[in-house]
């Protein structure tokens, strides 16, 4: 005897539909939180290699993290007048600025400049430079595709790089100013495990005020909307997941008495990072295009940026 077709009832048809509801319920905050968690460890191997590039770099400049001002450098006077020597002449301090600290390991192949964009970064204005011009690299100032001035035609790094979070940057990360008593004592190769050197840029000078702390981009990174998450690269390579401006076990010191540091403030209040015996101990992380050229003036002007 045939049996005779059977399909599903529509009874039965819902409870399969309510399982699979259920279980797509069940199942999309953990892919989500699984994800979130591979773009972070994604986040924070990027930000380890592009400082352990930073420690390879050293090896060209005696110690010293790659230092746009050692690169191109000023002109030097041969008595006949002011020459651009590639590799000789006095460092010139306003080049180590934020573009061309990135810019300047780009051209040299230390890491791409979609190693400076964040897996998750938040600002539509922070864009991957996905046309870094290596044409540009022109020691000599012969060609025509570097647009330095007629005193400086000579040409290290694309400098079309952009940090200018309220315009366009093509890098998500702040990171140590090249200035000051913080550049003599730690932008080097110090192996220091308490000294942070680059990571998740922050809220503007570390501010805890509601107005400024709840309106800052940087708080969607790693931690929503309300809390800001980021990873930190120490000088001796180790990477932190933090989730406070103040961490554990980093001070910095005022006329002998020691205070807990904010990563992203300038608590000495300087620019330098403090003078004499416990000067350039306060750890500051800052996206900076304005570094001055003298010795007797704050090392990094106003001109620092923050979203």
Not at 27 to 49: F, G, H, Y
Not at 143 to 166: H, I, Q, R, V
Not at 218 to 243: I, M
Request: aromatic share 10%.
């Amino acid at each position: 005897m045939k049996r005779g077709k059977h399909g599903f009832t529509l009874v039965e048809l819902l409870v399969v539909m309510a399982i699979i509801a259920l279980l797509i319920g069940l199942l999309l905050p953990a892919l989500a939180k699984a994800r979130a968690q591979a773009q972070l460890t994604k986040d924070q191997a990027q930000v380890k290699e592009i400082h352990q590039s930073w420690i390879v770099f050293s090896r060209e400049l005696d110690g010293k993290l790659p230092t746009p001002g050692l690169i191109d450098r000023l002109p030097v006077d041969l008595g006949t007048g002011l020459l651009e020597i590639p590799g000789r002449g006095p460092e010139d301090f306003t080049m180590n600025n934020t573009p061309n600290l990135y810019s300047v390991c780009i051209m040299r192949h230390y890491f791409t400049p979609q190693m400076c964009f964040s897996p998750t970064e938040p600002s539509g204005r922070v864009i991957y430079k996905d046309d870094y011009k290596f044409t540009y690299y022109d020691p000599l100032g012969a060609g025509s595709d570097c647009t330095g001035s007629d005193l400086s035609p000579d040409c290290y790094w694309d400098p079309t790089f952009k940090a200018e979070l309220l315009v366009q940057s093509n890098t998500s990360y702040a990171h140590m100013p090249i200035a000051g008593e913080r550049k003599k004592r730690h932008w080097r190769d110090t192996m220091d495990s308490r000294f942070a050197m680059i990571g998740t840029r922050g809220v503007e000078d570390g501010s805890l005020d509601e107005n400024i702390y709840y309106r800052s981009v940087t708080l969607e990174f790693h931690g929503g909307s309300k809390e800001w998450v980021g990873n930190v690269a120490f000088n001796d390579n180790h990477t932190e997941r933090l989730d406070t401006f103040f961490p554990e076990g980093l001070n910095y010191q005022i006329a002998g008495q020691s205070f807990a540091d904010n990563i992203f403030k300038d608590d000495t209040g300087d620019g330098d990072g403090g003078t004499g015996q416990n000067g350039g101990f306060d750890i500051w992380l800052v996206i900076y295009l304005d570094i001055s050229n003298d010795p007797l003036a704050p090392a990094i002007g106003g001109d620092l940026q923050w979203d």
